[in-house]
């Protein structure tokens, strides 16, 4: 079994070939909660539908978020009423949030809902939210502390970013089926998707348990790097590393992360960087990283399980 962490789009997109080459009890997938927020009542969980919508294909591929085939009457009349309406909310889309918002009021764990609600659109591989309580990434800029949404969505990653904190990721608690891959021996690699590193798999490294797993893993660890010829696809990934004073390519990322991944896979556009990352010490594969469609995703996604299988039978820690 291979455990994914995942974020949105970028881990969404990995999830979704890794999930086309392994079986439902080869694979789960790990998702940042950091992103989570309360809106208008609602608790809206931005990655896990990204991830859920994804792996169901009932996703909107050209925004990255929400649902397919969406219409808006929600957000018309919100804004008829005088809304809050700068977080956009599909009239489908609102549908997960009300069952979501109504389950977890009657005290059902983040985790088994999206079980529950991930089945039900025809999701086959288990799902797991990195925590079942509250964490929440709050952005800190010259201006004070964000919370995450007002950064991201709201005010557009316009405010120049200082650092990051995850409130309540300290006393976090894990899943109970993410303990028990955490605490048992099916797992035979960890994939770090193409996520954001510093707002996507933060979050989770900032969980005791998950970081204590990586720092004390016999398995190995393989990352695919956001960051293709010095820039992100998608998102703020490249202006925070500018903004925190990281070098902003592929070996810039191998870095941040250090001895928490084994292996890189990194664009072909980003070849000549290959010997800088493997004299940190990693082994890296070389391969074409975007994914604009499932096809793509499932042929990155092969190439990602058969570099996991020759690190984890050279036994690679
Ligand atoms: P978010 O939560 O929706 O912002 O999504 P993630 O954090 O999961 O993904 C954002 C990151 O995914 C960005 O840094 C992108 O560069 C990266 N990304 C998106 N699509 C691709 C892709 O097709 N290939 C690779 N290598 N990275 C991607
Ligand atoms: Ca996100």
Redesign the pocket.
Known sequence: MIVAL????????LAVGLAQVLAPKALAIVVNTG?DFEHLGLTIC??ID?VVYTLAGVHNPAS??GRGEETWSFMHALRGLGGEAWFQLGDRDLAMHVLRTAALRRGVPLSELTRALSRRLGVRHAVIPMSDTPVRTRVKTAGGELAFQDYFVRLRCRPRVRGFRFAGAARARVPPPLYRLITGDAVKAIVV????PY??VAPMLHVPALRGWLRARRIPVVA?????GGA????P?AKIMRELGAERSAAGIARHYGPLVDGWVI?TVDAPLRGRIEALGHDVVVTD????DRCASERLAREVVRFVYALARRGAR
Do not use: E, F, Q, Y
């Open positions: 995942a974020g949105g789009v970028g881990g969404a997109r992103d931005p990655d990204t990255g978020w998707c193409p996520s954001n707002v996507s695919v790097s956001p960051i293709v992100a696809i998608k998102g990934a664009d990283t975007l994914m604009p």
